[in-house]
């Protein structure tokens, strides 16, 4: 019975669909497919699939709103064990998902870990990375409240985190429009020029500072809660597969284009130094690279002076890099040159 | 500097730690040490970890609950694909985390779903799985509202499943009291013969009701509910790891020992018939297989009469098989000759 059952769903999946495994559709695809069939009539759901962060209205005036994302780590895809220290790979495994509810604005409060380990792995090894989780869940103010652990032959890391927000207050990846600036906060491309020197030559002299960006993110929990309880956003999402790519997802869920200027693309003096040694373009990886964890949003020209006056005071570099355009307008790079270009790749996809 | 940080841990926890792998602390071991560091002072935290479940006050009322599961199952662990038939491990990767909320008495709500999926996994093996969580996720009224998904050697799913429940209806491990009967719902064992019946001789006719046990579970959230809303219940859990050491768990939670008469497990036709190919014991299995996901509750004894007829009404069988005792008396095992014995190994349990 169950072998024809699994042949009946593989006919009727060779009559629909004309690719054939996961590397074909990629990451994006696959998640594609999976919302297509969902449709949500729960009222009390404000953001289903399509955001990183979940959105339910809770209590009996629905003014609050309970956030939940997740986020999964698995070795050798994620982390490499020759070159990450447990403690590290505890408090990354957090900021990452402490980066999703900082990019809705929202206050990170609980967290649950499932966790596939190898059975020979070291108590030390444990020790020491529930030692990083925990300082970092101390820094940001979450508890872990619960979990699972499972045998497994890789390192398995996933993150719940559960947060709360004023619903009035939470930013989205829709709400951009035509005319608002974009910004990014910090110097994206140094947390992946990090692990690129990591990769090449190991923990080398001179580069800890890139290295410390891929190893040990630091979330925009603060920067996120100042911009939202401010309304001075109309969108907002956070860097985690790269510039581009993450732009793209902002402009597709807020139905509008965009112009970059590659110049304005704030560059780290350590990113400048170690790029050339890599690629020929100093931008690509900055465009393309992914992990920043950094703050992308939009916000109207009038709010240019209040947005560098809060940078100055939280001392975060948040720079202005485009504009919003009409949908037509796609996503336009202006070289320095004043030639523009539609890229082709915009960054990281797993599975392709 | 990491480097240095790293061996600074591990010359620490050489100094704390007698012991130097999971295989030695085993799953439990390891649970009892991250739980060791951890005390909360959120009030609105009603149960953190040391449940299944956690449980955290919503509202302005604080009448109702939030409660959060979450469960990983990993490919040649938890499930082998030479068995598996993909729509079979979508419900399954949903209802043991329905399990756990049908537990407490909760209702379930909303899920996210991480996956850990190799680059060749064929779309028909995605669209099958989704189909078989989509459907198992309308049967139970849960909507998927988010999740992640990475590239994966091994298929990795993990489930974050939210539920709710009024605070005063939701049950615990703790609050077993001297005196109190044991119940169990279904009948258990079924399951883990199924598995053994897989692994040694496949799909074979006439066992198909153990095996579709294994593969396709049924969480018990109409009981649950029902057990919780009555108010019957003193303590209750759900038999993920096995009848025995889930039965420890709700002691030790309790401070409570119990009597067990291992002639009152419930044992179903199926089993019997197929036990002795497997064990001279025919209670073995029944005792320590686990993913039985069966309720297991506590509850005074001039409530019999009304939970038999519960279970009548709702047609699910349910079984007096044991009685609370005072804590001195740890598990208690009485034989069908009506000698007793305290069992050594209790069930499964990861790592070791």
């Known amino acids: 019975m169950i072998s024809k059952k699994y042949s009946k769903d593989r006919i009727r999946s060779r009559i629909t669909d004309t690719k054939h495994d996961l590397q074909e559709i990629g990451e994006f695809g696959l998640i594609h497919r999976i919302r297509r069939g969902i449709t949500s009539s729960d009222p009390a759901l404000v953001q289903g699939i399509g955001d990183d962060v979940a959105v339910i209205e809770v209590g009996e005036t629905a003014t609050k709103a309970l956030l939940v994302t997740t986020d999964i780590l698995i070795e050798d895809i994620h982390f490499d064990l020759s070159w990450t220290d447990p403690s590290q790979l505890g408090r990354k495994a957090l900021a990452v998902n402490l980066s999703d509810i900082a990019s809705m604005g929202g206050i990170p409060k609980y967290f649950l870990i499932s966790l596939g ?3 020979n792995l070291s108590l030390s090894f444990i020790s020491s990375f529930y030692r990083g989780l925990k300082k970092e869940a101390k820094r940001f103010r979450v508890e872990l409240i619960g979990g699972d652990t499972s045998l497994s032959k890789k390192i398995v890391i996933n993150i719940c985190l559960l947060g709360e927000g004023e619903k009035k207050d939470l930013l989205f990846r829709r709400g951009a429009r035509v005319g ?16 690129r020197i990591l990769q090449k030559k190991g923990k ?6 890139l290295i410390k960006k891929h ?12 911009i939202a309880k401010r309304h001075w956003a109309t969108a907002m999402i956070d860097v985690s597969d790269g510039l581009l790519i993450d732009t793209s997802h902002l402009l597709q869920e807020s139905g509008v284009g965009v112009r970059v ?12 130094k170690w790029i050339r040694f890599f690629s ?19 916000a109207p020209p009038e709010l240019r002076e209040r947005i560098s006056s809060l940078a100055r005071s939280l001392r975060i570099p948040i720079t202005r890099i485009g504009e919003i355009l009409p949908i037509k307008e796609g996503l336009r790079i202006i070289k320095e040159d004043g030639k523009d270009y539609s890229p082709s790749r915009l960054g990281f996809e797993h599975f392709k």
Chains 1, 2 share one sequence.
Request: hydrophobic share 35%; charged share 25%.
């Open 204 to 209: 080398i002299k001179g580069a800890e500072g």
């Open 180 to 195: 608002d600036d974009l910004f990014i906060s910090g110097t994206p491309g140094d947390a992946a020029l990090g692990l």
């Open 280 to 298: 020929k373009d100093p931008f690509q990886l900055a465009l393309s690279g992914g992990e920043d964890y950094e703050l992308l949003f939009t």
């Open 117 to 119: 380990l190898p059975k």
């Open 215 to 226: 190893l040990s993110p630091c979330p925009r929990v603060e920067l996120g809660q100042a």
């Open 261 to 272: 200027w590659e110049d304005r693309i704030p560059l780290s003096r350590l990113y400048q």
